[in-house]
């Protein structure tokens, strides 16, 4: 069966460029004109994954977001947005957004990044085996395993580093005692750097891991992400736990 992916986006000639491209892709593709239409679309029929324009009359793309977060919907969201500050996008992850694009865009970067978010909501082979990541030191670093630095239950699938605490079946996760809300992609990247703490992982591995393409030297999407992150993860008073390493990648440690 195709994967399906409900479009909307109000302008109708990226609309229908969007519609044909996808659907010569090999998507099942719904395209709408506004927000008000997607909702009603997602409510009748669930798609595999959601693009949704920011800016559209009515209803925009973020209110889309937050009303399906809000009925408990973790369908993947991939927003199109012409507004390129950071507040911008900080904007549409705080609304629940998995992942953004851009305008003007290459078609292509929007079918990776679409192929990248169904990839993490498909379920994993049972013999399905993770693969090993290169990290600027040379080591081979197994990630989404138990890493070396990093602690795991068994019995409840936890991990543990740096006083974080994740449990992987519930998808929640705590600094100490207090619990930190994430969304789908924090939450993944934060397992990755949890699983591989005190190993510097470069932009690329990270980029392959999480997103399953790299995206190039000039993409702000990890800086994006990590950023978030920090906001949710840091205390007064409290070490930082993500550190950047300048012109190579980040690395969680409790200094």
């Known amino acids: 069966m195709p994967q399906t992916v409900l479009l909307a986006e109000d302008d109708r000639a990226i609309r229908h460029a969007l519609e044909r491209a996808l659907t010569l892709e090999g998507y099942q593709v ?3 004109a506004d927000g008000v239409e997607a909702l009603a679309q997602a409510h009748r ?5 959601l693009l949704l324009d920011v800016m559209m009359p009515g209803i ?3 209110q889309v977001c937050r009303v399906l977060r809000a009925e408990g919907d973790r369908t993947p969201i991939l927003m199109l947005t012409a507004l390129v500050e950071t507040a911008d996008r900080i904007a549409g992850l705080d609304a629940g957004a998995d992942d ?3 305008k003007p865009f290459d078609v292509e970067e929007v079918f990776a990044r679409l192929r990248a978010l169904l990839r993490r909501t498909s379920p994993v082979p049972a013999n399905g085996i993770p693969g ?3 990290t600027t030191s040379g080591a081979s670093v197994d990630v989404l395993r138990e890493g070396p630095q990093s602690t795991t239950s068994p019995a409840d699938k936890q991990i543990t580093a740096a006083g974080l605490r994740m449990d992987l079946q519930a998808r929640r996760v705590w600094r100490d005692e207090r619990e930190l809300e994430l969304t789908r992609t924090e939450f993944e990247l934060l397992e990755l750097l949890v699983r591989n703490a005190g190993i510097v992982l470069d ?3 990270i980029y392959d891991r999480i997103w399953g393409y790299d995206f190039g030297p000039g993409s702000k999407n990890l800086a994006v992400y990590v950023g978030y992150l920090r906001r949710k993860l840091d205390e007064p008073g409290a070490p930082q736990l993500i550190h950047t ?4 990648g980040y690395v969680l440690r409790e200094d």
Not at 45 to 49: A, F, L
Not at 245 to 248: D, K, L, Q, T, W
């Open 30 to 32: 719904t395209a709408v």
């Open 45 to 49: 029929t669930p798609p595999d994954v």
């Open 60 to 62: 925009d793309g973020l």
């Open 100 to 102: 953004y694009v851009v």
């Open 132 to 134: 090993a990541l290169s």
């Open 203 to 205: 932009h690329s591995t």
């Open 245 to 248: 390493v300048r012109g190579v």
